[in-house]
C-alpha cells in the first residue's frame, strides 16, 4: 500500500518561503499526476496544483506565481516551493495523486504569521 509522508512545514512569517516534501513508497509514483492539497481550519480541503508525470504543473489561482511544484521520479518525491507566504496560505499542506485515489498522509502544518 502507498504510503505519503508530508514534511517540511512550519511557522514562517508573512512573505517568507518554505519548501514542503512529499516522499511516496509507491512504485507507480513516476506515472502519476501528483498533486498538493491544503485543509485550513474548518475549511475542506482544496487543491493547491499538481504535476503531471510529464512535468507540467498547474495551480490553483490563489496560488500561482507564489507557488511551485516539482518531482523526483528517482527519489519518488514531489515538492512544493512555496514564496510570498500569506497568512490565509495557513492550513495543512497534503500530497496525493490527482483525484486523491491515495490514502491520505498526516500532513504537515504552514502557520505563516507575524
Known amino acids: 500500500q502507498v504510503q505519503l509522508v508530508e514534511s517540511g512545514g512550519g511557522l514562517v512569517q508573512p512573505g517568507g518561503s518554505l519548501r514542503l516534501s512529499c516522499a511516496t513508497s509507491?512504485?507507480?509514483?513516476?506515472?502519476?499526476?501528483m498533486a498538493w492539497y491544503r485543509q485550513a481550519p474548518e475549511k475542506q480541503r482544496d487543491l493547491v496544483g499538481f504535476i503531471t508525470s510529464a512535468g507540467r504543473t498547474d495551480y490553483a489561482l490563489s496560488v500561482k506565481g507564489r507557488f511551485t511544484i516539482s518531482r523526483d521520479n528517482a527519489k519518488n518525491t514531489v515538492y512544493l516551493q512555496m514564496n510570498s507566504l500569506k497568512p490565509e496560505d495557513t492550513a495543512v499542506y497534503y500530497c496525493?495523486?490527482?483525484?486523491?485515489?491515495?490514502?491520505w498522509g498526516q500532513g504537515t502544518q504552514v502557520t505563516v504569521s507575524s
Open positions: 496525493n495523486d490527482l483525484g486523491a485515489t491515495m490514502m
Open positions: 509507491g512504485s507507480i509514483f513516476s506515472r502519476n499526476t
